[in-house]
């Protein structure tokens, strides 16, 4: 939904470099024993490939997946127990998730410097005391999604480019979900214009559209949230998917209280304080009441401010109202 800086992966790529070739020479001379020819070719080519798999892009695991299908009907054999089973187990031993785990997660999550969940951005991906890795402060903490689930694309584990700091409900959510289709990937893609919240009148379709000041807007179970996506967005289909996948829309719903909030805000700024002040202090504020348009700025900046919590939402939804007001 937001897209966030993946400058910090330049940064860290070299250590999470350096720390597998060392560990390289190790599990080198590995091989899958007792195993059909082309399962056998599969993670030999893993293996040869591994530490430049370490480095992919995107488009990088784009083409490789693609490469291992055409080559080697990749998606058939993963999808048979047996060959599952002995590419993960074999996955497992060359990437070791577990490891790079214990070394890497607390750096990731702090160079990452998030403050939302970049797949709902409605929810904080902050940290509570250390980021050890143990079950206690696992609740605390941030999860690590795989893109690329580690269930289907077990040679993705430790790609940089494939890990994503999330909140636990969207990890829990997306779970195992392979990804065939197009999804947003936020390293690279959000919402932005292509998307927006709005919120809409549950009312007859004869009637007019009621406006951000009707008292409709104050009880929540006379509106409803939408998500609209532009017809001519190049990312549409992923747009879409990601709503799907991550129920966003449902997820939304909780919100409908800060859409209220908004509206009875600039109500307040826009008509109620303007007349109260100008009739107590008529002398101060009888013609100039450009502070009080300051104040308001200030505060939905405030509520807008990038990586912020909701900040998508509120944007859309301040800016629909904000429309409606200039449209009275």
Not at 203 to 222: C, E, G, I, M, V
């Amino acid at each position: 939904m937001i897209k966030i800086s993946s400058q910090f992966i330049d940064e860290l790529q070299p250590k999470v470099i350096a720390w597998y070739a060392d560990r390289f020479s190790s599990i080198s001379q590995q091989k899958p024993k007792n195993v059909s020819p082309i399962t056998c070719k599969i993670c030999n080519k893993l293996l040869v490939d591994s530490i430049e798999i370490i480095k992919f892009s995107k488009t990088q695991m784009d083409r490789y997946i693609n490469e291992l299908n055409s080559h080697y009907n990749y998606n058939i054999i993963i999808n048979d127990k047996t060959k599952r089973e002995v590419i993960i187990n074999f996955c497992n031993d060359i990437f070791n998730y577990a490891s790079f785990r214990n070394e890497f997660r607390p750096i990731f999550i702090k160079m990452a410097n998030l403050k939302s969940c970049p797949y709902c951005n409605s929810a904080y991906v902050l940290s509570a005391g250390k980021l050890k890795d143990d079950e206690a402060n696992d609740k605390y903490s941030v999860d690590l999604d795989h893109f690329y689930p580690k269930s289907h694309y077990p040679f993705f584990a430790i790609t940089l480019s494939n890990i994503i700091p999330v909140c636990k409900f969207c990890n829990q959510v997306k779970s195992n979900h392979n990804m065939t289709e197009p999804h947003l990937y936020p390293y690279e893609e959000e919402f932005g214009q292509d998307a927006s919240f709005k919120y809409s009148p549950v009312t007859d379709s004869n009637k007019a559209l009621p406006t951000a000041f009707d008292p409709y807007l104050q009880n929540t179970d006379s509106f409803e949230i939408d998500i609209s996506i532009n017809e001519g967005s190049l990312i549409k289909n992923k747009i879409e998917n990601h709503n799907n996948i991550l129920n966003i829309k449902d997820m939304y719903k909780s919100h409908k209280n800060r859409v209220a909030r908004i509206a009875e805000l600039k109500q307040i700024f826009s008509e109620k304080l303007p007349n109260e002040l100008a009739m107590t202090f008529p002398d101060l504020f009888s013609s100039d009441l450009s502070v009080l348009k300051e104040v308001e700025d200030t505060y939905f900046k405030h509520l807008t401010q990038e990586r912020e919590i909701l900040s998508k939402f509120h944007k859309d939804i301040i800016d629909q109202i904000n429309k409606e007001y200039e449209e009275l």
